[in-house]
Structure formats: structure tokens, C-alpha cells
């Protein structure tokens, strides 16, 4: 039961992933449509940046005082400025790491 | 004109940073899917079946906690609904591929794999082996998958749970679209699409994952109308 589901699942997976590529011609989006495709990172990445900051394991939201949005804060500053993405990720886990260890 | 080798390496070297949030994430999603119970060959499976990170999890948990087949089925589709996004981005730069070609390419399309690659397609759209950049980065992706996944079965998670290594995803995404801040039009898109998140954050199905992209694209599709 649970291998049929996996199954079942991983062809959605697949579908959604190989649909847009394979199977609908591109001509038939629009110019406009095309405009707005691109937006596509700034509309969905922040669905996965904001809650995994401002949302806890349990579902509920941290305070403000929190160390990730320390970190957050940080890693914006430096990838902003430094155009480089090890900096941005380690410069948000170090100021992260000093906050809950250190202070 | 770079050769296949070069652009494929390209891809490679884009993604490899992304490999500090990756590499604890599949650990993690190893590690729980042993720890709810299932069977370590059932859990790796879905690595190569699924093959999407924050789907495998919430599969696993959704199944282990009672649910049925069908809601657990249906939050995969919904979570990982966002890829037909990506599609419909790199089919421009995909189009010439034969159709087999077409269907073997998407089954490594993930989050930063799309971005990385997309970020070359848009400044080199006059390269004729385009798609090796997104090979590139979607192997090294999917390799680093497998093994972290692997590791987290059969080691479980030992990285300490205290030192917070989940933080590297959203930190790994800011630094994805960092340099588009630079733009007030990307600005009010990526604002909109982080609030909606917040606030469809319990809807049924982790669909705010992609309701809140939707409702970002129109409000991008309204932006777009009045710039002009």
C-alpha cells in the first residue's frame, strides 16, 4: 500500500516537472504570460525563505527577538553587498551560531 | 561558445554552495523517515521516486500520523505543484531538445537546480548547450540527494539537532534571490509571495507553497501593467 502510494506519488512528481517542458507548447503562452514567468524566482522562493525563518518546528511563529532573523538579516546584508552565495549562507549560519552559543 | 564540458561544469560550480543546505536536509529526511518507523529501502526509494526534499518528509509524516494514502498523495502533487512553474521558465531554453531528451531533463529539475540554471540561461541564451548547464547542476543535486538521504538511513541524524543546520535552507534561498532586491518591482513580488506564505501557512496540503506564488504572479502581472 504504502510502495503503491510512493508510486503514485513520484508520477505526479514527475508530471509536474516534465509537463511544462514536454508537453504544452510554448507558443501557446502569451506574451504577456511570458512577462510575468519572469518573476517566477521572486514569487516562490520567499514561500520557502519566510516560513523557515518566522515559523518554528511546532507551526507557530517565533518571537522577534529570535536568532534567525539575526542571521537572516545578516546573510541579506552580505549577499547583497558580496554577490556570493557561500558568503550568504555562511555568514547567516555563523552570526545564527554565535547568537544561540555564545550569547 | 563554451563546449558541453565547460557549460556542464558551470552548472556543477553554480550549485555546489547550495550543497550546505542539501547535504543536512537529506540527512534529516533519512534520518525521520527511519525514526516514524518505515522501512530504510521503502525510505530511499523515495529519494529516486520522488526525488523532492520537503515532499518526502511530509509524505512520511503524513502516513505515520494516520492520514490516508490519498491526503498524503495529494499534499506531494500540491507541494510539488511549484515545478510546473519551473517548466514553463525553462521551456525557452529547452525548446530545441528532441522530446525524449525533453523527458529524460525534467526528472532533475529542483528548486535550485531551476535557479542557478536559470540565472545562466538568461545572461547566455545565445549558447547552443544551454541544457548541460542545467544537467550539471540537476546530477550534482541529485547525486548529493541520494548520498545525504542514504547517510541520514543508515547513520541517522547525527548532526546535532542543536546546532539549527534547517536554517541553511531559507539561507540558501535569500541567496538565491538576494541580488533581485535590487529591483522594487522583484521587491513587491518576493514581499507578497513571504506574507501570503505566513498567512496561508496552515491551509490544507502545505498548499500556501503555491498559493502564495500565484497570488505574487498577479500581483507581478498588475506591476507589469503599470510600468508600462
Redesign the interface.
Known amino acids: ?10 508520477i ?3 508530471f ?7 508537453l ?1 507548447d ?1 507558443d501557446l ?1 502569451g506574451e ?1 504570460i ?22 518554528n518546528d511546532y ?1 507557530t ?1 517565533i518571537e522577534m527577538n529570535d536568532p ?1 532573523i539575526f ?2 538579516i545578516v ?2 546584508l552580505v ?2 553587498f558580496s ?1 556570493n ?2 558568503a ?3 555568514s ?2 555563523f552570526s ?2 554565535i547568537i ?1 552559543f555564545l550569547i | 561558445m563554451l563546449s558541453k564540458k565547460q557549460i556542464f561544469t558551470k552548472g556543477i560550480l553554480a550549485v555546489a554552495p547550495h550543497m550546505f543546505s542539501v547535504i543536512p536536509f537529506g540527512i534529516v529526511c533519512g534520518a525521520i523517515g527511519i525514526e516514524l518507523g518505515f522501512s530504510p529501502i521503502l525510505v530511499y526509494a523515495m529519494s529516486i521516486i520522488i526525488f523532492g526534499g520537503a515532499s518526502q518528509i511530509v509524505f512520511l509524516q503524513l502516513l505515520s500520523g494516520g492520514a490516508s494514502a490519498f491526503i498524503a498523495i495529494t499534499s506531494v502533487g500540491v507541494i510539488n505543484s511549484r515545478h510546473l512553474l519551473y517548466g514553463a521558465v525553462l521551456s525557452e531554453y529547452l525548446e530545441k531538445l528532441s522530446f525524449i531528451k525533453k523527458l529524460l531533463i525534467s526528472y532533475i529539475v529542483v528548486d535550485q537546480g531551476f535557479a542557478e540554471s536559470n540565472k545562466f540561461f538568461q545572461k547566455n541564451k545565445t549558447e547552443p548547450y544551454l541544457h548541460y548547464h542545467l544537467i550539471g547542476t540537476g546530477v550534482t543535486l541529485w547525486i548529493f540527494w541520494q548520498l545525504s538521504t542514504l547517510s541520514g538511513i543508515i547513520l541517522g541524524s547525527f548532526v546535532p539537532e542543536e546546532i539549527g543546520l534547517k536554517f541553511a535552507v531559507p539561507l540558501t534561498f535569500i541567496a538565491i534571490v538576494v541580488q533581485d532586491l535590487k529591483k522594487l518591482d522583484h521587491v513587491i513580488v518576493m514581499i507578497t509571495c513571504g506574507l501570503s506564505s505566513l498567512l496561508f501557512f496552515d491551509a490544507p496540503f502545505k498548499s500556501y507553497i503555491i498559493i502564495s506564488p500565484i497570488i505574487a504572479l498577479f500581483v507581478a502581472a498588475l506591476v507589469l501593467r503599470l510600468k508600462k
Not at chain 1, 1 to 10: D, E, N, P
Not at chain 1, 34 to 55: E, H, N, Q, R, T
Open positions: 500500500m504504502t510502495w503503491t502510494s510512493i508510486i503514485i506519488a513520484g505526479i512528481t514527475y509536474t516537472r516534465m509537463t511544462m517542458v514536454a504544452v510554448r503562452l504577456k511570458k512577462a510575468v514567468l519572469a518573476y517566477v524566482p521572486s514569487a516562490v522562493f520567499p514561500a520557502i525563505i519566510f516560513p523557515g525563518i518566522f515559523i507551526g511563529f534567525k542571521g537572516a546573510a541579506i549577499g547583497y554577490r552565495v557561500i550568504t549562507i555562511l547567516g549560519l545564527y551560531w544561540i
